[in-house]
């Protein structure tokens, strides 16, 4: 295996590891890392991924919902291709940041189980605390990298 292709499998495991499927991982690894910057069709991304077409279908479709792949297509051709978009990072990350919130409640929730036990209500405030901070720090610190770019 080349040095790309372990690349390739690190990133199908790192991102199912953040809630994507391994395919749309090791897709997002393999855009990453191609030598083609006009992106891929979907039978060249199963040919080099060996990868069964369904399962393409379902990574590119996941890749696409997220706004983490831009379909497109060139002139004079029948075939969307793929590629990733411009801030896929940002955005990628920005739609973490929705969880902050999931999160938040969750604390809240568990605040309302325990009751007034100051021992259980120090860690569970210290996640909602957490979350809330991060929450809103973050898209300022998003916004300030894009200006840096």
């Known amino acids: 295996m080349s040095a790309v ?64 792949v831009e379909r497109f297509r060139r002139r004079g051709e029948r075939r969307d291709r793929y590629r990733l978009t411009e801030d896929v990072f940002g955005r990628a990350f920005r739609a973490k940041m929705a969880e902050f919130d999931a999160f938040q409640q969750l604390a809240a929730r568990g605040l309302a189980a325990v009751g007034d036990d100051p021992r259980r209500r120090r860690r569970l405030e210290n996640m909602r605390d957490m979350y809330a901070f991060m929450a809103d720090r973050f898209p300022a610190l998003l916004d300030e990298w894009e200006a840096s770019r």
Do not use: N
Request: with cysteine.
């Open 5 to 68: 292709e372990d690349f390739t499998e690190e990133a199908g495991l790192f991102y199912e590891r953040l809630g994507l499927s391994r395919t749309a991982g090791r897709v997002i690894g393999h855009l990453l890392a191609s030598d083609d910057d006009d992106g891929a069709d979907a039978p060249e991304l199963c040919e080099r991924l060996a990868v069964a077409k369904s399962s393409m279908s379902v990574a590119l479709r996941q890749l696409d919902q997220a706004g983490m």
